[in-house]
């Protein structure tokens, strides 16, 4: 379905933790990139192509109407529902699967989710602007440098096109030969393969929309909708697009508006004593975790449910399923009803502290999150009571992922890293350690680092200089890797082994991390 949000759904990423304790190598992944199969020579031009789509294009739904979709959903092994409000560019998706919903749009230009724990935010987009530039290299009539037609596909009576711009997303669009629809779309995410095909178009204020959609990736996770109703309400109102008010989830002592959380700091690891039920267990106090996860040997003490079930990845893959833990307390402070993913966590901060969780973006995103390494302190403090102090600067917070991206310098390059409090150690993707011309030196011994599902190699480096926030670090090192870090659009992940250097106030509501050299 075309949407605000491209042509694809956005997939959750999973939460990344490093460490440098275990020499095992990551496992080779397959081509992801190779061209599609089952295809014979092109039959029209590119010109020709993109003509037929434009004319099937021509029209954009306008504000005259607001168009309400119903859809039946499957996903995650989960029947549900999806539904749709979309009036002119502004749109309101909520996605329902059990017990469990979600909501994302687009207002005013703005893009916003209310999360599964019914935590509201705001992002800019990062992973979309792909699509967009991809989209407008497809149909700019000039651009023959990243756009191809490779070929037919018979068994879809479409041409194919080829497009991959430098700062776009690689991608086959499979375009109908007699409508002039996308009938199917193949594309790479994160180093995965995604295919969506569309079905039965159908007419709505003169734009084609498909009735049918289904996506699946290159793990075997797959999403399947398929339309039960679509509407046009004549009397359109904005509060069908709007965006819904945030949950409080984080409850404080009544009051109080600041709580030193009960952390001690193991290996340069924030670890927090966590009751979950009637059990107490270790967790980190993880910024780099896209939620807040437990172990499945926590699910199964305290005998939570299960719900849906999907192979997630970051260094490795991993199955992953959803739960919901009825309180969650730490220090003074209460969640309740907490949606939480079931993980298989396999480290350990040490020999004698076993990580049974990770305290993440739901718990960084409704308190301000003050971090002090160098003092051991870690606390929380409700967010309507905070003021940053007169010393700190404001590092704006891009939050496409759940967790804190900045801008920052390393070397001679500038580029989008995670604040990462999970980690222990900072890593750059060889990439970017190439543009900042600090790539280690052949003779550099192998490190290690482990996340979620996997391991791979990384070499020690030093940075000639480290900058964020106008605070400059001369010196530190830093490991070099060429794996794929979690995410997308990331070029290095900050450790704790950096971050010590700074007091951060971690304030999502705002967007912003305030911080300063941090005073010993």
Not at 139 to 150: A, F, K, L, Q, S
Not at 285 to 292: K, P
Not at 475 to 500: F, S
Request: aromatic fraction near 8%; hydrophobic fraction near 40%; proline fraction near 5%.
């Amino acid at each position: 379905m075309a949407s605000a949000f491209g042509r694809s759904r956005r997939v959750l990423r999973g939460a990344l933790l490093l460490t440098a304790l275990i020499v095992v190598a990551a496992p080779a992944g397959a081509a992801i990139d190779e061209e599609p199969g089952g295809l014979v020579a092109p039959s029209a031009p590119l010109a020709r192509v993109r003509a037929l789509y434009e004319r099937a294009h021509a029209r954009e739904h306008t504000r005259a109407a607001t168009v309400l979709e119903d859809w039946r959903l499957f996903q995650d092994g989960t029947v549900g529902s999806y539904r749709v409000n979309r009036l002119g560019k502004d749109v309101r998706e909520t996605t329902t699967l059990g017990p469990l919903s979600y909501e994302r749009g687009v207002l005013h230009g703005v893009r916003w989710e209310q999360n599964r724990n019914g935590i509201v935010f705001s992002y800019p987009g990062i992973h979309e602007q792909r699509d967009a530039v991809s989209e407008r290299t497809f149909r700019e009539p000039g651009d023959e440098h990243y756009v191809h037609v490779i070929g037919d596909s018979p068994a879809l009576s479409a041409y194919v096109v080829e497009v991959n711009p430098p700062t776009g997303r690689h991608e086959w669009l499979f375009v109908d030969k007699r409508s002039g629809n996308l009938v199917r779309r193949e594309y790479v995410e994160r180093r995965r393969r995604y295919t969506t095909t569309y079905d039965d178009y159908r007419s709505v204020e003169g734009v084609p929309e498909p009735s049918r959609v289904r996506t699946t990736d290159s793990l075997g996770n797959e999403r399947e909708q398929i339309l039960v109703n679509r509407s046009l309400d004549t009397t359109p109102d904005v509060r069908d697009v709007d965006q819904p008010p945030t949950r409080r989830l984080v409850e404080f002592p009544e009051r109080q508006t600041t709580v030193r959380l009960p952390v001690r700091f193991v290996n340069g690891l924030a670890v927090v004593r966590v009751i979950v039920g009637r059990g107490a267990y270790d967790f980190l106090l993880d910024s780099g975790a896209a939620g807040i996860v437990v172990d499945p040997s926590v699910a199964q003490q305290q005998g939570l449910d299960h719900y849906g079930g999907r192979v997630g990845s970051t260094l490795g893959t991993f199955p992953e399923s959803t739960t919901i833990a009825p309180q969650i307390t730490l220090g003074g402070l209460r969640m309740r009803n907490v949606v939480c993913r079931v993980v298989t966590i396999p480290f350990h901060a040490d020999a004698h502290t076993h990580i049974a969780g990770l305290l993440g973006f739901e718990f960084f995103a409704d308190t301000v999150v003050h971090f002090d390494l160098g003092k051991n302190l870690a606390e929380a403090i409700a967010p309507e009571h905070f003021r940053a102090p007169t010393d700190t600067a404001a590092v704006a917070v891009a939050l496409d992922d759940k967790t804190p991206a900045v801008q920052a310098r390393a070397g001679s390059a500038n580029g989008r890293v995670v604040l990462d409090t999970g980690a222990n150690r900072t890593v750059f993707e060889t990439a970017f350690a190439e543009r900042g011309d600090f790539t280690p030196e052949r003779v550099a011994s192998t490190m290690h680092v482990r996340g979620m599902g996997g391991y791979a190699n990384a070499e020690p480096t030093r940075l000639p200089i480290f900058e964020l926030g106008g605070i400059s670090t001369r010196g530190a090192t830093a490991d070099v890797a060429n794996a794929d870090l979690g995410t997308e659009d990331v070029d290095g992940i900050i450790g704790t082994d950096l971050l010590k250097t700074y007091d951060l106030w971690f304030d999502y509501r705002a967007n912003v991390v305030h911080l300063r050299r941090a005073k010993r």
